[in-house]
Each structure stands twice: as structure tokens, then as C-alpha cells.
């Protein structure tokens, strides 16, 4: 089993900054993708941003320019650092991940709330 532990959510004013990291432990031999979701009041669960293991990453483009997915292999760790927030990243966000043994998992999601 893997778990996953989201952590840097909270209160923003619009233009301002916040980074999330989330963390995976358990029985893992490798990751392979790893990512963050976002869902906000009323709408679907969405991609925000993923990497894979060799470093490729893949953006929404709502968040092009202003959101950068990192990660570092050796401690099964991603991280999301979000600048020029808006109003409409309002949302809980979540990380997921997915590997060998295999597994997809997500972890238990944390606010952003962005005031304007």
C-alpha cells in the first residue's frame, strides 16, 4: 500500500504565491508518473500538472506561465509551486501517483483558496 501526504494549502490574496509538496510511502520499487489534480466546488476533478520519472512534464493550460511541477526521485517526492495565483485556482488539490509494485493512489487533498 503507498500513501501519499499532501502539505502547503491556505490563503492566498490574487498574485501571490504557495507551493505544495506531497510525499509517497509504502511498498514502492519505482514511481512512475506522478501528478496534481485539482477540484473546485461543483466542477470535475482536473489535471493541473504531471511528471514522469525521466523528468517530462505536462501542464493544463490555465496554468502555463504560472505553476511548475517538480520532483525528486530519491525521496518519492513532488512538489508544486504556484505564482501569479488567481481567484479561479480556488480548489482542493491533490497529488496522485502511480508504479511498480503497481499502484495509483491519491493523497487526501488540500485547500487553496486564492481571495481577490
Known amino acids: 500500500q503507498v500513501q501519499l501526504v499532501e502539505s502547503g494549502g491556505g490563503l492566498v490574496q490574487a498574485g501571490g504565491s504557495l507551493r505544495l509538496s506531497c510525499a509517497a510511502s509504502?511498498?514502492?520499487?519505482?514511481?512512475?508518473?506522478m501528478a496534481w489534480y485539482r477540484q473546485a466546488p461543483g466542477k470535475q476533478r482536473e489535471l493541473v500538472a504531471a511528471?514522469?520519472?525521466?523528468?517530462?512534464?505536462n501542464y493544463a493550460d490555465s496554468v502555463k506561465g504560472r505553476f511548475t511541477i517538480s520532483r525528486t526521485n530519491a525521496k518519492n517526492t513532488v512538489w508544486l509551486q504556484m505564482s501569479s495565483l488567481k481567484p479561479e485556482d480556488t480548489a482542493v488539490y491533490y497529488c496522485?501517483?502511480?508504479?511498480?509494485?503497481?499502484?495509483?493512489?491519491w493523497g487526501q487533498g488540500t485547500q487553496v483558496t486564492v481571495s481577490s
Open positions: 496522485h501517483a502511480a508504479g511498480w509494485p503497481p499502484f495509483s493512489s
Open positions: 511528471i514522469t520519472s525521466g523528468g517530462i512534464t
Open positions: 509504502g511498498s514502492i520499487n519505482r514511481i512512475n508518473a
